[in-house]
């Protein structure tokens, strides 16, 4: 547990996103005033100081923040902190998962995933995590750059995107939250040009409900201000309330790789229950239909990502990386 400290409740500036102590009441570069933020503390850890708020999402918000420790300036590495409010995981068995799970990503290293540094819990049960701040764009700015990515290119995301997954699915860890802005394509030190997709924003959170999905504030407005449904590329099984394994990870990775060279999303619906009646019955549209240039091995790889029944999906991600790296050389 950490203590609050001196400089107290984060505040934020609404236009500009810039965090402040509490101390300070307007926005020094926007002259607006500020917003408290939940119980958050400005300095967490005694460590984190926090500088921007990334997003508000479901669960609670990601900042970047940078670490203190001793060192001055330029020397303070960049961190990302998501404070997960304590309703989040008020139930015992999404709390012990939290920190359980927390636990292993921390033990674990790999190119493809943001490193996890450490986790807590703040004076009001709420928790935090602490990941290494990747540096790039999302993929899915990348996707609406380029509307549909090149083949090759596609193939290479989701190769690097299963990489990770693979390795963090064989250490216990399942995603439960893969869509396109939770992939950064990071610079490469080594060469200027190439990207390493970087998987973040693993929940371990969500657990089986035992009941429907009910879009949380994820669900973003869209179009002419109707509401909507933003899907989060969640799999039949998540949105029943079930359990999601490790194939669920490869649903949600079936219906980014589905946009990536379609550019348009293989279940669709107004409202939750249309989404939901898709997801749940209907098979997407052919892949090769919106873009020709895809051969039909690649397609029937894609299709098979997004077979309903866990059963019939690809069992690992190894196993669907492998295949479609075959299926674009073949066809
Ligand atoms: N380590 C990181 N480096 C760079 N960007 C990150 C990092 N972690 C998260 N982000 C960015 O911050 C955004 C918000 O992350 P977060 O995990 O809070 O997402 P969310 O899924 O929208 O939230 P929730 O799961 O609470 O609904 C992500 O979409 C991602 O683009
Ligand atoms: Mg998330």
């Given at each position: 547990m950490t203590a609050y400290d001196p400089e107290g409740i984060v505040r934020e500036c609404v236009s500009c996103r810039r965090c402040y102590p509490s101390s300070v009441q307007f926005c020094r570069d926007?002259?607006?005033e500020l917003v408290s933020i939940e119980m958050i503390p400005y300095l967490i850890d005694s460590r984190y100081q926090l500088q921007r708020v990334i997003a508000h999402g479901s669960t609670g918000v990601a900042f970047i923040a940078v670490e203190?420790?001793?060192k001055t300036g330029n020397d303070r590495p960049e961190r990302v902190i998501k404070v997960v409010r304590a309703s989040a995981i008020a139930d015992p068995r999404a709390n012990d998962r939290f920190h359980r799970e927390a636990e292993i990503a921390i033990a674990f290293r790999h190119p493809n995933v943001a490193p996890i540094l450490g986790s807590g819990t703040l004076p009001d049960a709420s928790a935090f995590l602490v990941s290494e701040y990747i540096r790039g764009a999302t993929l899915r700015h990348e996707m609406r750059r380029q509307k549909r990515l090149p083949i090759n290119e596609a193939i290479r995301v989701i190769g690097?995107?299963?990489?990770g997954l693979d390795t963090a699915h064989k250490a216990g860890l399942v995603h439960r939250d893969l869509k396109p802005e939770s992939v950064i394509l990071a610079h490469s030190p080594l060469d200027g040009e190439?990207?390493?997709?970087?998987?973040?924003?693993f929940s371990f959170t969500r657990i089986a409900a035992g009941k429907p999905f009910v879009p949380g504030t994820t669900a973003k407005l869209q179009g002419q201000g109707q509401l909507p449904l933003r899907p989060d590329y969640i799999s039949p099984e998540q949105f029943r309330g079930e359990e999601a394994d490790l194939r669920s990870d490869i649903f949600s990775l079936g219906i980014i790789a589905y946009e990536m060279l379609t550019s348009t999303l293989p279940?669709?619906?107004?409202?939750?229950?249309?989404?939901?009646?898709?997801?749940?019955?209907?098979r997407p549209d052919s892949i090769r239909?919106?873009?020709?240039?895809?051969?039909?091995?690649?397609?029937?790889?894609?299709?098979?990502?997004?077979?309903?029944?866990?059963?019939?999906r690809q069992q690992r991600a190894r196993e669907l990386k492998r295949n479609l790296i075959a299926a674009a050389q073949i066809g």
């Open positions: 926007c002259m607006i203190m420790n001793g690097g995107i299963c990489d190439a990207t390493i997709p970087t998987i973040v924003g279940f669709s619906g107004k409202r939750v229950g249309d989404y939901g009646l898709s997801l749940l019955t209907q239909r919106a873009n020709s240039a895809v051969n039909p091995l690649i397609e029937a790889e894609i299709m098979r990502a997004l077979e309903k029944d866990p059963a019939n």
